[in-house]
Nanobody
Framework: QVQLVESGGGLVQAGGSLRLSCAAS????????MGWYRQAPGKQRELVAR??????DYAHSVKGRFTISRDNAKNTVYLQMNSLKAEDTAVYYC???????????????WGQGTQVTVSA
């Protein structure tokens, strides 16, 4: 089995910072891209940032404020969020494209989500 476990969400004032972490564990052969998505109440889930070997990608709304990074030795992805705004309030989900040891292909895995609330 493979699982993703997130941590680091919480309540912060506008202009503040938070750092999210997501660790993948289980029977993992290798991990391709990892990323963060978010879903605000009444809205669709949207991409925040993704990272793979040699590239990163960000939503326009977070460029210059959020930074995604990755520790391959720990199978962990991070999201440093600075200059937070009220509109960043959402449940943040970790995502990873993983090839398990027991399967020859890759599959998408999701974390359980962590709430980020930014007060105005």
């Amino acid at each position: 089995q493979v699982q993703l476990v997130e941590s680091g969400g919480g309540l912060v004032q506008a202009g503040g910072s938070l750092r999210l972490s997501c660790a993948a564990s289980g029977s993992i052969f290798n991990i391709n891209a990892m990323g963060w998505y978010r879903q605000a109440p009444g809205k669709q889930r949207e991409l925040v940032a993704r990272i793979a070997d040699g590239w990163t990608d960000y939503a326009h709304s977070v460029k210059g404020r959020f930074t995604i990074s990755r520790d391959n030795a720990k199978n962990t992805v991070y999201l440093q969020m600075n200059s937070l705004k009220a509109e960043d309030t959402a449940v943040y989900y970790c995502n990873a494209e993983i090839r398990p040891r027991y399967y020859s292909g890759t599959a998408d895995y999701w974390g359980q989500g962590t709430q980020v609330t930014v007060s105005a």
